[in-house]
T-cell receptor, first 113, second 108 residues
Framework: DAGITQSPRHKVTETGTPVTLRCHQT?????MYWYRQDPGHGLRLIHYSYGVKDTDKGEVSDGYSVSRSKTEDFLLTLESATSSQTSVYFC????????????FGPGTRLTVT | TQLLEQSPQFLSIQEGENLTVYCNSS?????LQWYRQEPGEGPVLLVT?????EVKKLKRLTFQFGDARKDSSLHITAAQPGDTGLYLC????????FGKGTSLLVTP
């Protein structure tokens, strides 16, 4: 299994509070991704990174920001959490471009009350 | 816009039965990937098909990429309870575009 960890694995937070999710990889892959998975919508790309300090928006980026200061770490921040951001968040990595095989972390279940 | 449609959405069968799930699109993809996701875990890559008409086998699982590279199918022979999970297809077209998945339940 690819060495990808996510923290925390579960979080409950209140509306309006900031939340940061962390993804850590030990594979030295260039590309990292954040997805959310919701019933009826499947996996949707939030943001991705193609190198240290290089990021781009995905399909559902509103309300989210990301940062990548080291190859191994990719952070997803909800500046002011809303109930619509209740979801399961997955980090993924790939060795090459955005169309290549991706390896997923175990997920973070976030509940915004 | 959902580029990939997967069918059926849900499938419940008994151990030993055969099944086929489908992944369809009107778009052409450079490759197509299949993932399996078990409850509480992230998706795990099963296979990538690249060439139109390509068939790949992974034990009891057979994957086929359509000749026009717009669709794919996954056939499972003699399903086992361990095959239970969410099967996702993902088409490569500037980014990976995921279908919503087929949820498979195999009961003993």
């Amino acid at each position: 299994d690819a060495g990808i960890t996510q923290s925390p694995r579960h979080k409950v937070t209140e509306t309006g509070t900031p939340v940061t999710l962390r993804c850590h990889q030990t594979e030295n892959h260039r590309y990292m991704y954040w997805y959310r998975q919701d019933p009826g919508h499947g996996l949707r790309l939030i943001h991705y990174s193609y190198g240290v300090k290089d990021t781009d928006k995905g399909e559902v980026s509103d309300g989210y920001s990301v940062s990548r200061s080291k190859t191994e770490d990719f952070l997803l921040t909800l500046e002011s959490a809303t109930s619509s951001q209740t979801s399961v968040y997955f980090c993924a990595i790939s060795e090459a471009g955005t169309t290549y095989e991706q390896y997923f972390g175990p997920g973070t279940r976030l509940t915004v009350t | 816009t959902q580029l990939l449609e997967q069918s059926p959405q849900f499938l419940s069968i008994q151990e030993g039965e055969n099944l086929t799930v489908y992944c369809n699109s009107s778009s052409v993809f450079s490759s197509l990937q299949w993932y399996r996701q078990e409850p509480g875990e992230g998706p795990v890559l099963l296979v990538t098909v690249v060439t139109g008409g390509e068939v790949k086998k992974l034990k009891r699982l057979t994957f086929q990429f359509g000749d026009a590279r717009k669709d794919s199918s996954l056939h499972i022979t003699a399903a086992q309870p361990g095959d239970t999970g969410l099967y996702l297809c993902a088409g490569a077209k500037s980014a990976l575009n995921f279908g919503k998945g087929t949820s498979l339940l195999v009961t003993p």
